[in-house]
């Protein structure tokens, strides 16, 4: 039997990158869209139905260890391919439900189906396959998946006015398992290249065991636990925040119409000129970009400052996913970095779903929001200080030497 001979780099990263923009549109930002529909419809509450999305959140926070080290097991293509599959029958679940047991149960699938197709597997596969262009590859994923909220709330409105909300959910599962699915499969068949070990540059390979004898794993897992509950806590209280500064939601709206352009923004400058900096260095620009962000919102009062809040918190939630997603290979290896990213993402993505219930209860006990935000913004720079001090392993396992 011939081998299959596996596609190109280009080929492998286009196919992957619209495979991200549509996964994140459908699985991720999908979701607010049938909020108010589902409402009307079947007379739940909003608490109800956010119960369902947290639950996806939590269940893509225990999933994605195992889904790292099956990619280490070189079942990447498996592992996308299914995850697609997986999404496409979970909104087919939801497509039906009529009770909330059934909701929750759909979400529980969908969000098996995040852990198994949202950036971090695309990262790890393309670092595996391609050791030696994989930074380039990981950028253009995030530029491309960077439009993914773009798509995602015109074409759901779109869907919903023509189908009704039941009917825009059976679409969208059959994209991903008619499109993005099949699509996968192909980018991905074949044999992926190998670095000859005896290239003096090649970074030895850290078990997860030893990973996590690591204090910099620990350091890097505080700075992404830390990033990942700043910006959703964000997220989930932005709208009030601005309300609680006197502006209306279309003001909001107006301000924050600009944060998606400059995250893409950020993504294509670094594709641009990215090859001059290293994931470290960009490490702490994007890491320090933050704290100001969310300072300089909280201390805003007029629309100028705002605009520069978004356009700042846009550069560095952009830059993010670019810094985590190299950071581990160039710090632990190629051969175990589904697993430690795994174990890495999984504690991010557990403060992700907590955060805007922490930030919640924290507003019991503070002023307002203003208060709210220069403690995330606090919270943000403690993860820039661990950042700081997590430096690359030591030179005794040759690791990222070029990183000091």
Avoid at 166 to 194: C, F, N, Q, S
Avoid at 228 to 255: D, Q, R
Avoid at 347 to 361: E, Q, T
């Amino acid at each position: 039997m011939r081998p299959v001979n596996p596609p190109s780099f280009r080929a492998t990263v286009s196919v992957l990158a619209a495979g991200q923009l549509v996964c994140w549109a459908a699985l991720y930002y999908g979701f607010s869209s049938f909020v108010l529909p589902m409402q009307r419809a079947l007379g739940w509450s909003k608490p109800e139905l956010m119960g369902a999305f947290t639950l996806a959140l939590g269940m893509w926070g225990v999933s994605t260890y195992a889904v790292g080290a099956a990619i280490d097991r070189g079942h990447g293509r498996r592992v996308l391919t299914l995850g697609a599959l997986l999404g496409g029958a979970g909104f087919g679940m939801w497509s039906q439900v009529a009770t909330l047991p059934w909701l929750y149960g759909s979400f529980a699938v969908l969000g098996a189906a995040m852990a198994m197709t949202l950036y971090e597997p695309a990262f790890s596969v393309l670092t595996k396959r391609f050791p030696d262009r994989y930074p380039q590859g990981i950028t253009a994923l995030t530029l491309v998946g960077g439009f993914a909220s773009t798509l995602s709330f015109p074409s759901a409105v779109w869907l919903i006015d023509g189908l009704d909300w039941r009917g825009a959910l059976l679409v969208i599962g059959a994209v991903l398992v008619v499109v993005v699915a099949p699509a996968h499969a192909w980018a991905l068949r074949g044999t992926p290249e190998r670095v000859d070990a005896q290239r003096p540059d090649t970074v030895a390979d850290a078990t997860l065991q030893q990973a996590l004898r690591e204090t910099s794993f620990w350091l890097l897992a505080a700075t992404f636990t830390l990033y990942s509950f700043g910006a959703a806590a964000l997220w989930a209280h932005v709208m009030p925040a601005f309300a609680g500064k006197g502006f209306s939601e279309t003001e909001a709206l107006a301000v924050l119409v600009w944060v998606g352009p400059a995250q893409v923004l950020g993504r294509l400058l670094y594709l641009m000129f990215g090859r001059w900096l290293s994931a470290r260095r960009l490490g702490l620009l994007v890491l320090g970009g933050m704290p100001v962000s969310l300072a300089v919102f909280a201390l805003a009062d007029g629309m100028l400052l705002l605009l520069l809040f978004a356009l700042l918190f846009g550069f560095a939630n952009g830059l993010a996913t670019i810094v985590r997603g190299n950071v581990v290979p160039q710090y632990f290896g190629r051969e175990h970095v589904g697993r430690i990213s795994g174990a890495m993402s999984a504690i991010s993505l557990l403060a992700r779903a907590a955060a805007p219930l922490v930030a919640a209860w924290w507003l019991l006990a503070l002023p307002g929001y203003r208060e709210l935000l220069l403690l995330l913004a606090a919270l943000s720079l403690v993860a820039l200080l661990s950042f700081v001090l997590a430096r690359p392993p030591g030179s005794t396992r040759g690791l990222a030497r070029g990183l000091r």
